[in-house]
């Protein structure tokens, strides 16, 4: 199946510091979405991207939906400690029903 | 605001032994999604619905079964419980229409099979 490899695993930073992960595919991908997930909770989503190319920013985050459709980036700028979390990026499957693949995630731990 | 409500959140099962994960909307939406997701990795797709009366499988379905008589209501039963299925569950929603922005998780039911 489908599968995006997400990268770091896990990112240990001192607050203020910007953050960068990202996500890649062998398989095209028409929406790109990033997810935060706090322990105990279901991820909620960050920002959704539609279109290759697109930048798009939430706050402090800042997304991109590579040009080939097959990778993602996701900027986090001056961390603060409430941005502890993993993050995953998620790709809607080309077929019907909305279907997302998953990353495996990027495990954030910020020392203040 | 309700949202996707998932009960119960914690369970300890035996192997061999059968439970139903329940899953609920409030918000009238036609999809709905069952995940696991393991220790350190993402989420996988076990069954997906489009509306009551359709399902279908995901990724992951072996072990599990799911039915949809109602909008709001889609549970998950495993009938023979193995070790392999200690997880994490999560049911998710999102309505017909207005894009991928409206998917919206449930916070989870974790699973320990022994």
């Known amino acids: 199946g489908q599968q995006l490899n997400q990268s770091p695993q896990s990112m240990f930073i001192q607050e203020g510091e910007d953050v960068s992960m990202n996500c890649t595919s062998s398989?095209?991908?028409?929406?790109w979405l990033w997810y935060k997930q706090e322990p105990g909770e279901g991820p909620v989503l960050l920002i959704a991207?539609?279109?290759?190319?697109e930048l798009t920013s939430n706050g402090r985050l800042t997304a991109q939906f590579g040009i080939t459709r097959k990778d993602s980036f996701l900027n986090i700028s001056a961390s603060i400690p409430s941005d502890v979390g993993i993050y995953f990026c998620?790709?809607?499957?080309?077929?019907?029903?909305?279907?997302?693949?998953f990353g495996q995630g990027t495990r954030l731990t910020i020392n203040p | 605001n309700a949202g996707v409500t998932q009960t119960p959140k914690f369970r300890i099962l035996k192997i061999g032994q059968s439970m139903t994960l329940q899953c609920t909307q409030d918000m009238n939406h036609n999809y709905m999604y069952w995940y696991r997701q393991d220790p350190g990795m993402g989420l996988k797709l076990i069954y997906y619905?489009?509306?009551?009366?359709?399902?279908d499988k995901g990724e992951v379905p072996n072990g599990y079964n799911v039915s949809r008589s109602t909008t709001e209501d889609f549970p998950l039963r495993l009938e023979l419980a193995a070790p392999s299925q200690t997880s994490v569950y999560f049911c998710?929603?999102?309505?017909?229409?207005?894009?991928?922005?409206?998917?919206?998780f449930g916070s989870g039911t974790r699973l320990t099979v022994v």
């Open positions: 991207l539609y279109k290759a190319g």
């Open positions: 998710a929603s999102r309505p017909g229409v207005g894009g991928l922005s409206g998917y919206t």
């Open positions: 398989s095209i991908f028409n929406t």
């Open positions: 998620a790709g809607r499957v080309p077929q019907g029903a909305q279907k997302l693949v």
């Open positions: 619905s489009v509306g009551a009366g359709i399902t």
